[in-house]
């Protein structure tokens, strides 16, 4: 649909919004122990897309923290954040163009040892998708 709205000194103009900015959502999860978290998973016959990704972190000795796209037979790493130092880390990503994962392929957060975290993921659900092997091939 195309829609046209009024401006403030009266003049009509075409209204124009990416998929992103209309159909946009967003998760948050927070965790204090190791362990393998979904964040974001595909409905059946859908594929993600992740248009921007919050970390906020406390990482420990030998504390490591993986965001990747994951289904039965795939991995693939988005984020690897390796243990550098136990401070405290901020990572703000603004994906303009979108992340797309491939068909019933979720996001997951993977932390080893002790890494406190916060991740916010925005994205939006998009009908169907590539399978890995097209996805993978395409890159």
Same mark, same amino acid.
């Given at each position: 649909?195309?829609?046209?709205?009024?401006?403030?000194?009266?003049?009509?103009?075409?209204?124009?919004?990416?998929?992103?900015?209309?159909?946009?959502?967003?998760?948050?999860?927070?965790?204090?122990? =190791?362990?393998?978290?979904?964040?974001? =998973?595909?409905?059946?016959?859908?594929?993600?897309?992740?248009?921007?990704?919050?970390?906020?972190?406390?990482?420990?000795?030998?504390?490591?923290?993986?965001?990747?796209?994951?289904?039965?037979?795939?991995?693939?790493?988005?984020?690897?954040?390796?243990?550098?130092?136990?401070?405290?880390?901020?990572?703000?990503?603004?994906?303009?163009?979108?992340?797309?994962?491939?068909? /019933?392929?979720?996001?997951?957060?993977?932390?080893?040892?002790?890494?406190?975290?916060?991740?916010?993921?925005?994205?939006?659900?998009?009908? /169907?998708?590539?399978?890995?092997?097209?996805?993978? /091939?395409?890159?």
């Amino acid at each position: 649909d195309l829609h046209i709205a009024t401006t403030a000194l009266g003049h009509r103009t075409l209204v124009v919004a990416t998929a992103a900015e209309i159909h946009s959502l967003f998760k948050a999860r927070s965790e204090t122990a =190791a362990g393998t978290f979904e964040l974001v =998973a595909a409905k059946p016959n859908e594929s993600i897309v992740i248009t921007d990704i919050l970390v906020s972190a406390k990482k420990f000795a030998t504390g490591t923290l993986t965001l990747s796209f994951k289904d039965a037979d795939a991995n693939e790493e988005v984020i690897f954040a390796p243990d550098v130092s136990s401070d405290v880390v901020n990572v703000n990503i603004q994906l303009a163009g979108g992340w797309q994962g491939w068909l /019933g392929g979720a996001l997951q957060a993977v932390s080893v040892n002790n890494f406190d975290f916060t991740i916010t993921v925005g994205y939006y659900r998009v009908p /169907g998708g590539l399978s890995f092997a097209d996805w993978d /091939g395409r890159r």
